[in-house]
């Protein structure tokens, strides 16, 4: 099940750099940011509701608070760094470099996390960044 979320996940990600070049012509990148911001907002927390997990937040460890606070300064950080490059540039080019974010991640979680390191996880990896700066 996980694949197809992850599928899911995809399809929409691509949606929304697309959406998003479409959104951002004469429109300030930190506006569209915030705007865009405020959406995710409201159905992230639509769906906390939905699905009666509200509840929970008191269950919450402050090591996942300081981490989860950190992950959303990332997230805003690296949204505001991609709508000023998707305003800039061209959205074929400006969408793989970022989705070089994907060989970052796998690099940290061999650093940070400790995970396994195996050779078909390094060939694609550098597979998917010979990719990237093939089509620059």
Do not use: C
């Not at 606070?69 to 760094?81: H, K, N, Q, R, Y």
């Amino acid at each position: 099940m996980w694949m197809i979320y992850a599928i899911l996940g995809a399809i929409f990600a691509a949606l929304t750099s697309i959406l998003a070049k479409i959104g951002i012509k004469d429109v300030n990148s930190n506006l569209a940011t915030a705007i865009r911001t405020v959406v995710v907002l409201i159905m992230a927390w639509a769906m906390v509701f939905i699905t009666g997990k509200q509840r929970e937040i008191s269950l919450i460890g402050q090591k996942s608070w300081i981490f989860l606070i950190l992950s959303g300064v990332a997230t805003g950080i690296s949204w505001l760094f991609f709508f000023k490059a998707l305003q800039m540039g061209e959205a074929s080019k400006v969408i793989p470099i970022d989705k070089l974010s994907v060989v970052i991640s796998i690099i940290l979680a061999f650093v940070i996390l400790k995970e396994t390191v195996e050779i078909k996880t390094i060939i694609g990896g550098v597979l998917m960044t010979i990719g990237v700066l093939f089509m620059l």
